[in-house]
């Protein structure tokens, strides 16, 4: 399967939380996708609830009410972690220079690092925390700690599950963020430009429509005709406004998992056609 994310972090930073639930997800493709939805509510507070993760929260609740500023953050390792897993960033970790211009920033200002990159969760990290102002940080702010905790346990279980399955990691994660974007506002040229630069998304989008990674090298007003165009074909709308709909939500990880299942199935059949030959030919 897919991984969710990218990056050219060591791998001592790529590895899961030390946890001991292992979502239970007993098919692949559209049928396991129905089954976890089915049990996610329990599945996630199973999760929740290993030593761990327990660890983590109350360590976050008792000290971060002690950050007032991006520095103080980026020092501690514990609350860096929990804090960029929220916010699906964690592979992050090692980039604390990059980490702090983020939350040093803040958001108010146009040249904002964070408004400058095209991932936007970099945008709602930053914006969580406050900092860059004349204002007291909210992470002083009562309920703060909830706020972020809730994140962080959600973002741990897609996690969790991409050690089982990584394509419903990926789904999971659209099954939130699409119908967040889709209410945000915006131009609809806008909002595709935020799915084009969000990795995960633009895996679904890619996958649902049959598109090749390569189009990235395109330029992006042709990158947008083809999602547009893609999308119209495939959905029946290319609007991103539409994923506000359950339904359509749930079509377009219907045909991200089927379309996944047979570009694996095809790679493997692939693989193992050429291992006949080598026998044969042996």
């Known amino acids: 399967s897919t991984p969710l994310y ?21 098919l692949g493709g559209y049928t396991g996708w129905q089954f976890l939805q089915r049990t996610q509510s ?22 971060i009410g002690t950050v007032a500023t991006g520095e103080d953050l980026v020092k501690d390792y514990r609350l860096l972690r929990v804090a960029l897993t929220a916010f699906g ?7 604390k220079a990059f980490i702090q211009r983020i939350l040093d920033d803040g958001v108010v200002a146009d040249d904002a690092l964070s ?5 936007k969760r970099y945008r709602e990290f930053s914006k969580a925390f406050g900092f860059g102002t004349d204002l007291p940080p909210l992470s002083r702010l009562p309920g703060f700690a909830d706020r972020i905790l809730d ?22 994660n659209a099954a939130h963020e699409l119908p967040e974007m889709a209410a945000s506002g ?31 090298g395109l330029d992006l007003d042709r990158q947008l005709e083809i999602f547009q165009d893609r999308a119209e074909s495939v959905l029946g709308s290319n609007s991103i406004t539409q ?7 749930d079509d377009l990880i219907r045909v991200f998992l089927a379309r996944s299942q047979v570009a694996q199935f095809s790679a493997g059949t692939s693989s193992a056609s050429i291992a006949l030959t080598l026998l044969q030919g042996g």
């Open 6 to 26: 990218s990056s050219a972090a060591s791998d001592v930073y790529k590895r899961q939380p030390d946890v001991s639930y292992t979502p239970v997800i007993p």
């Open 42 to 63: 329990d599945q996630s507070a199973a999760l929740a609830n290993t030593p761990s993760l327990q660890r983590d929260m109350q360590y976050f609740r008792d000290n």
């Open 89 to 95: 960033l964690q592979d992050d970790l090692p980039n």
């Open 115 to 119: 408004n400058r990159l095209a991932d």
């Open 151 to 172: 994140r962080f346990t959600e973002q741990s279980f897609e996690q969790a599950v991409g050690e089982v399955d990584g394509d419903m990691r990926i789904a999971l």
């Open 186 to 216: 915006g131009s609809e040229s806008t909002l595709w430009f935020r799915v084009m630069g969000n990795t995960p998304l633009r895996t679904v989008m890619e996958t649902a429509f049959g598109l090749p990674s390569s189009i990235a």
């Open 243 to 249: 994923f506000s709909d359950p339904e359509a939500m």
